[in-house]
């Protein structure tokens, strides 16, 4: 494996050793800077229109104007993905307000920074696509606009560490009684052969596998309903499911050490599952 990849840092691909950025820079300083995660199959971006309208949406949540337009970016993503030796990958950008003196206020006339890099794909086992994963939980304690995929990641550094901590994949939060999302996932549980997903506002981020799952399940007909989702059904689900775009579908085992269901993937996620497969080369050949 290439211990030193190219990686694109404001107009220079570069290796990564040698892309240098300054200790002043917001994203560095505040963790002033949005990002977006792209999955890429067979050398072929995973839905890029949606993720770089999300990043247009939290540019705009941060008021940083959008340094590209989406053909722009479009561009530069691809000759990422084809300077890199190794076929399905998870393209990483992000958008910072750039280098200036330390002040909270935003800075005049600074150039924002661009930071592009492409790590191979890692999906989830086979193990655990077969067997399901154990999440934790834990009140949801981060900020109000979750809404927006900002490098501020502190809070969901934290859950995940929960997780990690005990051996666990996720952790499922819940705020004021109510599921929100996992710390790099959203989160869909099935209840009486129906899924439920929990509203897009501002407490989860508006994923985009989270759109692809009820893209899928509308065309497989599988009921659907989107709504808040109180702790006790959350607990007493027949499925819970994890979606995001390294994991794609994931079924959940067991919370906090208690069988969610059967204790493993239920038939409506396989039926997911299957779904999200037969979708991947199509969409991918789409890119
Ligand atoms: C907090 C959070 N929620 C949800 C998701 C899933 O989003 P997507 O499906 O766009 O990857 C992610 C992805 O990393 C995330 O970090």
Known sequence: MNDDPIVYLNGDFLPSSQAKVSVLDRGFIYGDGVYEVIPVYHRAPFRM??????????????????????????????????????????????????????????????????????????????????????VVSADDNRWLRCDLKTTSLLGNVLMRQRAADVGAVECVMFRDGHLTEASASNVLIVRGGTIVAPPKDNQILPGITYDATHEFAREAGMPMEVRPVSRDEAISADEMW?????????????????????????????RMYQAFQNHKPAAARRG
């Open 242 to 270: 994890l979606s995001s775009s390294t994991k794609e579908v994931l079924a959940v085992s067991t919370l906090d050490g208690k069988p969610i269901g059967g204790g493993g993937p239920g038939p409506m996620f396989r």
């Open 49 to 134: 229109p949606h993720h770089l309208k999300r990043l247009q949406q939290s540019l705009n949540g941060i008021r940083l104007a959008n340094p590209m337009d989406d053909e722009a970016w479009d561009a530069l993503v691809r000759d990422l993905i084809a300077r890199q030796p190794f076929d399905d990958q998870s393209v990483y950008l992000q958008v910072t307000r750039g280098a200036a003196k330390r002040d909270h206020a935003f800075p005049k006339g600074v150039a924002p920074t661009v930071f592009m890099m492409s790590n191979p794909l890692v999906l989830p086992t086979r193990d655990q696509v077969e067997f399901g994963v154990p």
